[in-house]
């Protein structure tokens, strides 16, 4: 869970069907809306009416991504708890947790004092904007850290920095920016053995080192960046039998996305009936995969 990198990570992990929950409070950036949407799933909670504000005809939470928002209340609140509660069961059970930091800026409510996850389009005069100093995101993180060791006695944490360059924020801030974040996540990994270092931060701004791996707006990495990353992060982070298991699964992707030029020919149904008994057999073997809607797929379900 963080940054937008971490949805291009997280998709590809979903993509090739592993067990993955991605950013169940939508993306965010800095380690303190980080680590209070983490306490929330610790603590159990549940977001009501009084959670969220309205603006700009929408209803909002200060603690979530605008893709939560919307027009009627009640939607939103059942669409932010049934994230909730998949978060929830999804922490206590995980044998991986992958933190990725974006920013070490946080945006305070001038009202009440109130790092937001997200400002959803209000005007500026409403926050204050501060660079968090090391030891201010090393203490909410190392709290974290033992609250989550706690409750989940297997549960192994993988840090990473993403490469997005917040050029809102300027050149130099950016980089101060990234500069607590590395030395705060390097701290911690030091200090507690269950936690590990992913250089997606390094893979794109020391390795590549040039603009053509970025989008037009010159701030997210593009596809070749992407899957330059994803590339190291499967030699480094996933296991013999995962990387053995990745082209099996993108066979059972491809048939997927097989479209017949008779859909009732006696050809195609027994294409389908071979991919249907592969996906069943993979399931059998790696009952971690996620492949119950590529079996609905294939056996017309």
């Known amino acids: 869970m963080g940054s937008c990198f971490a949805e291009e990570i997280g998709a ?9 929950l991605v950013n169940p409070h939508g993306i965010l950036y ?3 809306s980080i680590t209070q949407a983490l306490h929330t799933y610790l603590d159990r909670d549940q977001y009501t009416a009084d959670d969220l504000f309205s603006h700009g005809d929408l209803w909002h939470s200060w603690d979530h991504h605008s893709r939560f928002s919307g027009l009627q209340m009640d939607a939103v609140l059942a ?3 049934a994230a909730q509660e998949a978060a929830v069961q999804r922490l206590e059970e995980a044998d991986w947790l992958i933190i990725t930091l974006g920013s070490a800026y946080t945006y305070t409510l001038a009202s009440d004092n109130q790092v937001v996850g997200n400002c959803h389009k209000v005007p500026s005069s409403h926050f204050h904007k501060k660079l968090l100093s090391p030891p201010d995101a090393i203490a909410a993180l190392d709290n974290l850290m033992h609250r989550l060791f706690f409750r989940n ?5 993988l840090f990473t920095i993403s490469p997005v360059r917040y050029a809102r924020d300027g050149v130099v801030e950016n980089n101060l920016s ?3 974040l590395i030395q705060t996540v390097h701290h911690l990994v030091n200090k507690f053995d269950r936690l590990f270092y992913f250089p997606a931060y390094e893979l794109v701004i020391d390795d590549l080192r040039d603009y053509r791996f970025y989008k037009e707006d010159l701030v997210h990495p593009n596809e070749l960046a992407v899957n330059y990353v994803w590339e190291h992060f499967t030699a480094s982070c996933v296991s013999e039998e995962g990387r053995n298991l990745l082209p099996l699964v993108e066979d059972i992707n491809r048939a997927m996305q097989h479209r017949p ?3 009732e020919s006696n050809q195609h149904k027994q294409f389908l009936q071979t991919y249907a008994k592969k996906t069943k057999q993979l399931m059998k073997e790696y009952p971690f995969l996620r492949l119950e809607e590529a079996l609905a797929y294939f ?3």
């Open 178 to 180: 990234k500069a607590v």
């Open 12 to 20: 590809r992990l979903q993509q090739h069907h592993f067990d993955a």
């Open 153 to 157: 006695k297997k549960v192994k944490i």
């Open 299 to 301: 056996e017309g379900k």
């Open 79 to 81: 669409r932010i708890n």
């Open 30 to 32: 800095n380690p303190i």
């Open 261 to 263: 030029f008779n859909p």
